[in-house]
């Protein structure tokens, strides 16, 4: 965001006397009012605005100030805070002028800019939108000329009131092996708080993206809600103050708490985006704003299909070595599979990688496990037809490597403290605000691509939370710091190392779904879900994931049954069936399963390969959430020109005489006819709709009424049930 004036028109017209803004996508609308002199009021946002209704809206609707700062107003909520050279902690910004400048792809920045009334301090408001996405980006520039720096204590990316009424928040927590969880609760009086603190992982206990229901509770397909996300791999706060006003006053933005800035004179200070999205096709629809927008602006390669892959982690874990990697790549190929990818456990010299107490750090191959290296894989796995990728953690150290006794100054902790570990009880984490370090995680990275430029894929993982704040790198004034740099450091390596590798696919995976989020997107084509692989539980996850992130972005597995996080055992076509949903993967050691099992995944390969594109690049509608408990999930895909669809129906529980709810569909054209084939078939006879064909006003009106148990031979008879249905439009 720093250079976006750079593409902008230079003619944009300054509009210094004029107080209605009015900032706009094709579907939505939001209106400010910025009389210079005043205080910057936000007046509606909501469904688009004809320009003829503008003015009666601006002279009824209340207005309502529309970035609150500490000082004059102490005792109302408030999005900023500083405290100035002369150690005064109040400020009062008002409208000194304010702009629309259009780019030259047709996107408009406004620009709001604020002026304290006493300091030369100034805060730029600014909202950036396209003519193909219904979100609005919001976020903050903060400078000053004052002669020393202003600490800034409070500084959200933005603030939104929200009126009163039946409102219901939509969020997602977790925790290892269990993220993503979707939460809804009515706004009640008092502060609601969504927060991350980890330093490293944002996205495993919480995620810094919100929906608000208007009309009551959520509904997946109708009602008025508004989507938040904020695009930041970092600490965040997102407050819902429900006071004695009309409204709900919503903030967004990095978590201040020990995180104080020192603001020098002539640096800006730029807040991560607010992304910001509206719809009355309830929260489908605000999801399908954000999965479009996200896979054209917001992530790296959002237009390009993912392969199907095998990760060696659960197949082998650390027990690497070449004889059984050649294996798991021959039946992966046999399979259909287009990619490999080598897990943990492949380096380390005078501290080999056997387990998760060493080698981190050491990105050498340990030739003990690897005698012919990395080339000699990479030209096996070439011979096999498949590309191939690999495993780094480069953020992380452990205690037992050589890197940590060269520079035991690069880890986060405190000065005159012992070190804090974490996984293993050895591992710590690197202090990326130390331009040394962001050197060495560039170079780990870079490396590796220079030796082995046939590398594919990296999987990038970060297992370790900053448990020990305090940094080897910073003076004692700048301590406060160390959250913000850490991931402008980050920041700054992962841009390096796309400007470099524009097209390797990497993976974000920390601890499982530790980084599920916008801001780290634009650098990662994927992330991993959650290190739970269990189906059941996937169900209930994906589904809360896909509020905020399309299938292309979220990395599903078929692994082993029982599944090594739950235990539970799961059929082969119920781990195939959710896993399809998404980025399709395996994760188990091939030559443990079943002729009939391996049979299975091969037709399964081949039937998404054709369905791939509608998966991954079609629009999401969520049907019926596993949250009701009535004991079905459903969803399904369709594409651009609504000519092909996928419909995922899963059995989420078992009763006996159970009567289970049938299942509308949704997204079609209701005057096209589509035939129905269904996939992945293991029943003795076909379902009696294969084959036949409906019009799309029928499917979206009554469904298709599906058996609640697979009619298979008794030794495969299972309390689980699943259906993938492929919808291909006929001409009659």
């Not at 996107?107 to 193909?132: A, G, M, Q």
């Not at 008879?717 to 439009?729: A, H, P």
Request: with cysteine.
């Amino acid at each position: 965001m720093r250079n976006l004036t750079s593409v902008f028109f230079v003619a944009a017209v300054s509009s210094a006397a004029a107080a209605q803004l009015h900032v706009s996508t094709p579907a939505t609308s939001m209106l400010l009012d910025a009389t210079p002199g005043e205080r910057v009021e936000f007046v509606y946002y909501g469904p688009a605005l004809s320009e003829t209704d503008i003015p009666s809206i601006m002279a009824v609707e209340k207005h309502v100030d529309a970035y609150p700062v500490y000082g004059m107003d102490a005792w109302n909520p408030y999005a900023f805070a500083a405290t100035h050279a002369d150690g005064s902690m109040s400020s009062d910004m008002r409208v000194e002028s304010s702009s629309q400048q259009t780019g030259e792809d047709g996107s408009v920045l406004t620009r709001v800019h604020l002026k304290d009334t006493l300091y030369p301090f100034f805060i730029d408001l600014c909202y950036l939108t396209r003519t193909d996405s219904d979100i609005i980006e919001m976020w903050t520039e903060v400078s000053h000329g004052e002669r020393k720096p202003v600490r800034l204590t409070e500084y959200a990316s933005a603030y939104l009131p929200i009126r009163r009424g039946d409102v219901w928040l939509c969020h997602l927590n977790g925790a290892w092996g269990n993220e993503g969880n979707l939460n809804q609760e009515k706004l009640l009086p008092g502060i609601k708080t969504i927060r991350n603190i980890d330093g490293v992982r944002n996205s495993q206990n919480a995620h810094s993206e919100v929906m608000f229901s208007l009309d009551g509770k959520p509904d997946e397909r109708k009602g008025r809600v508004i989507g938040a996300a904020l695009c930041y791999g970092g600490n965040y706060d997102l407050s819902v103050n429900t006071d004695a006003s009309a409204w709900h006053r919503f903030t967004a933005g990095i978590d201040s708490d020990n995180s104080a800035y020192d603001l020098e004179k002539g640096e800006t200070f730029v807040t991560p985006v607010l992304a910001l999205t509206y719809s009355e096709k309830g929260t489908s629809g605000v999801s399908r704003n954000f999965h479009r927008w996200g896979r054209k602006y917001r992530m790296s390669h959002g237009d390009r299909e993912r392969l199907v892959l095998l990760n060696s982690w659960e197949g082998i874990y650390f027990d690497v070595n070449e004889p059984v990697v050649n294996e798991m790549m021959a039946d992966v190929a046999e399979m259909g599979g287009e990619l490999f990818v080598l897990d943990d456990g492949w380096f380390g010299d005078k501290y080999p990688r056997t387990g998760d107490k060493t080698g981190l750090g050491d990105w050498v191959i340990d030739r003990n496990k690897l005698p012919n290296g990395i080339t000699d894989l990479l030209k096996s796995a070439d011979e096999k037809g498949l590309k191939f990728g690999i495993w780094i953690e480069p953020e992380m150290v452990s205690l037992y490597s050589s890197l940590y006794e060269k520079h035991p100054d690069w880890i986060i902790q405190a000065k005159g403290r012992e070190p804090v570990y974490g996984r293993g009880g050895t591992q710590l984490v690197l202090d990326l605000g130390n331009p040394e370090v962001q050197e060495h995680v560039f170079g780990v990275f870079d490396r590796l691509m220079t030796e082995y430029p046939a590398i594919n894929y990296i999987k990038w993982d970060a297992n370790m939370p900053v448990k020990n704040h305090g940094s080897h790198y910073h003076d004692a004034k700048s301590q406060s710091r160390l959250f913000i740099d850490y991931h402008r450091g980050f920041e700054n390596v992962c841009r390096r190392i796309r400007d470099k590798y524009p097209d390797v696919t990497v993976q974000a995976c920390a601890s499982g779904g530790g980084r599920a989020n916008w801001g780290i997107m634009p650098y990662f084509d994927e992330f991993w879900v959650s290190d739970n692989t269990d189906p059941l539980q996937r169900v209930y996850m994906q589904w809360g994931t896909s509020y905020f992130f399309p299938a292309i972005a979220m990395a599903q597995h078929i692994s082993a049954s029982p599944c090594h996080a739950t235990h539970r055992a799961t059929p082969m076509k119920y781990r195939i069936d959710v896993a399809m949903s998404g980025r399709l993967g395996l994760e188990m050691q091939p030559k443990h399963m079943t002729p009939f099992e391996k049979q299975l995944c091969k037709d399964a390969i081949a039937a998404y390969k054709k369905i791939r594109p509608v998966v991954q690049l079609g629009d999401q509608y969520r049907l019926h959430s596993p949250y009701d408990g009535d004991g079905v999930a459903a969803l399904m895909y369709v594409d651009e020109p609504r000519d092909k669809a996928v419909f995922f129906w899963y059995k989420t529980q078992d009763f006996h005489n159970h009567h289970y709810p049938r299942v509308t569909m949704d997204g079609l054209d209701p005057e096209k006819m589509y035939r129905v084939t269904e996939l992945n078939r293991i029943d003795n006879a076909p379902l009696d709709c294969e084959g036949k064909t409906f019009s799309g006003a029928w499917l979206m009106a009554n469904g298709i009424d599906l058996p609640y148990r697979h009619q298979v031979d008794v030794d495969m008879m299972s309390d689980y049930s699943s259906r993938v249905l492929f919808l291909e439009t006929v001409e009659l």
